[in-house]
C-alpha cells in the first residue's frame, strides 16, 4: 500500500486524474476487457485550455510530458492536443494518479469528522474546486438557460461532482443519458458559486497557478 500523498501533491495528482477522467482514451489504447482503464500515458483533449492545465499540474508533479497539435475538419476546423508521458516516466506517474485519485475520492465521500484538522478543513473544499474545474475544462459543458451541466461517461466522477457540489453549498443534479452522466447545477446563486469557485485565482508573480 502506497504512503499517502501530502495535501500539496494530492491536490495536483487529484486535479490531473479527474481531467484524465473527462476524456476518452486514444483508440489504440482502448484496453481489453477487464483491464484498467486508467491512467492511460496519452491524453486528448479538444480544448487548448484543458490540456495546458494539464500539462502544468504535470510538470509540476516532477512528470514530464510531450505536447502534440493537430488539426483537422474541413469546413469545421479543430484541434486535437495531444500529452503523452515520456516512457521512462510511466510507471511513476501512474502510480502516482492511481494514489491521487483513490485518496482525493475517500477524502472527498467521507463524512465530515468532528474535529478534523485545519489542514482537513482547507484542503478538502479545495479538493471539490479541482473536481469542478476538471469537468468544466474538459467534460462536456451542456449550458441551458436554466442550468450549467456536464457530460461524463465516467460514473465515479459523477458522484464525486455531486459531492463537491455538497461540500462547496451548492445543489447539484445526476440524470442518466445515452452512454453518458449529466450533473448539473441551477442557473443564479448556484451556478455562479460553481465557477467562481472552480475559477483559478492569477498567480502572483513566482508563484505557481
Do not use: K
Amino acid at each position: 500500500m502506497p504512503p499517502p500523498l501530502d495535501w500539496l501533491t494530492l491536490g495536483d495528482a487529484f486535479e490531473a486524474a479527474c481531467l484524465l477522467r473527462c476524456m476518452p482514451r486514444p483508440a489504440e489504447l482502448r484496453p481489453q476487457r477487464g483491464a484498467t482503464h486508467y491512467p492511460a500515458p496519452v491524453v486528448e483533449f479538444n480544448r487548448e485550455d484543458a490540456a495546458q492545465r494539464m500539462r502544468q499540474l504535470l510538470e509540476r508533479l516532477d512528470v514530464p510530458v510531450e505536447h502534440e497539435v493537430s488539426v483537422g475538419g474541413l469546413r469545421r476546423r479543430y484541434e486535437v492536443h495531444r500529452l503523452r508521458v515520456r516512457r521512462e516516466h510511466r510507471v511513476g506517474y501512474a502510480r502516482l494518479l492511481e494514489v491521487g485519485w483513490r485518496q482525493g475520492r475517500r477524502e472527498l465521500l467521507a463524512a465530515p469528522v468532528p474535529g478534523a484538522s485545519t489542514a482537513r478543513r482547507v484542503w478538502v473544499p479545495r479538493l471539490a474546486e479541482a473536481a469542478w474545474r476538471s469537468a468544466l475544462l474538459a467534460g462536456g459543458r451542456h449550458v441551458r438557460r436554466h442550468i450549467l451541466g456536464v457530460r461524463l461517461t465516467d460514473r465515479e466522477l459523477a458522484a464525486v461532482l455531486i459531492r463537491s457540489a455538497t461540500l462547496l453549498g451548492v445543489s447539484a443534479t445526476l440524470r442518466p443519458g445515452t452512454g453518458c452522466f449529466l450533473v448539473s447545477v441551477a442557473d443564479g446563486p448556484d451556478r455562479a458559486l460553481i465557477l467562481h469557485r472552480s475559477t483559478l485565482a492569477p498567480a502572483r508573480a513566482g508563484e505557481p497557478a
